[in-house]
Every structure is written in C-alpha cells, then in structure tokens.
C-alpha cells in the first residue's frame, strides 16, 4: 500500500525519498536531498543520514551519535519554503517535531554542495524562531491536516 511521503512532497513515498534512502536514486537537487534527509530521520535511517553529510563532517559522526540524539523525536511535519532569493544550493524549511510530548520547531536554511557528483549537507543556519512552540489542544494541529491538535499529532505521536 502506497503511503504519502513523509516529507510532504504530495508523492507516495515509494516514489519519492524511498530509492534515495534505499541507494536506488541519488538526490538529484539540494531540495531533493534536504527532502530525503528529513525522511531518512522519520524512518531513523541514520546510515542515510550520515552518509549525505559532507565527507568533513562524517569524519566527527556516527550512526550512533546520530541515533542517540534523535532518540526522543519524533518528526511531526515539514515545510519546506519556496527559495525566492535563496541559491541553487540552500534550502529553508520548517520541521516540527516532539520531545516528551513538547512541540519544537526546527527552522533552518541548509547549505549544500556537490561533493564526488552528489549533493551533500554541509551545514545550516538557524533562524530565530527555533525552540519550544506553544500550541493548545484546540488549536489548528502543525501538520496542517485542518483538524485540531488534540484530535490529530497529539494523539498520534
């Protein structure tokens, strides 16, 4: 059964990040990685992760590490920003994701570069409304499904 793909490019996910992630498909735009490396952290495919850093940074990292830091995350939904100005090899987004049922956002402008023919992260930065996000049990849910919290992520995760 298809399922949509968890970076919320309106694909199914077998069509979309799933042959990246399994080594079928390289990313063929800094976008189409950011997406996948999004995806990859939902599924907790931290070899993907790892392995779509800049060869500098995997260096300093493991599988492991990775692991152990997103151990209590659970993604909620991201939202990648259209790159009106932005350079071929940045790409804004929001994630939201939950830690012992708080709610965080994640807002970050990636940078990317090619590195042996693919693309590759290299490093972001943050914007100041990253942090803890205060939303009610009534209010409108962050995954923009149109139903409430309560009845929606906050249920779910």
């Not at 189409?32 to 993907?48: E, F, Q």
């Not at 929001?94 to 830690?99: H, T």
């Not at 990636?110 to 049990?137: A, M, N, P, T």
Request: hydrophobic share 30%; net charge positive; aromatic share 12%.
């Amino acid at each position: 059964m298809a399922t949509d793909c968890y970076c919320n490019s309106r694909k199914n996910f077998n069509q979309c990040c799933q042959p990246l992630l399994e080594g079928k498909q390289v990313a063929s735009t800094a976008e189409a990685l950011m997406r996948s490396r999004y995806s990859a952290y939902c599924t907790k495919n931290y070899y993907y992760v790892l392995n779509t850093y800049v060869e500098s940074k995997r260096a300093d990292l493991t599988e492991d590490d990775l692991a152990e830091t997103a151990k209590l995350t659970t993604w909620l939904y991201l939202d990648v920003i259209p790159h009106a100005g932005l350079e071929v090899d940045q790409v804004e987004f929001k994630a939201w994701y939950k830690e012992r049922n708080t709610v965080f956002l994640l807002h970050e402008t990636s940078r990317f570069i090619q590195e042996k023919s693919q693309w590759r992260y290299l490093d972001g930065q943050l914007h100041q409304d990253c942090g803890k996000v205060s939303i009610g049990r009534n209010d409108s849910c962050v995954c923009k499904s149109g139903k409430k919290y309560k009845q929606c992520c906050m249920r779910r995760y």
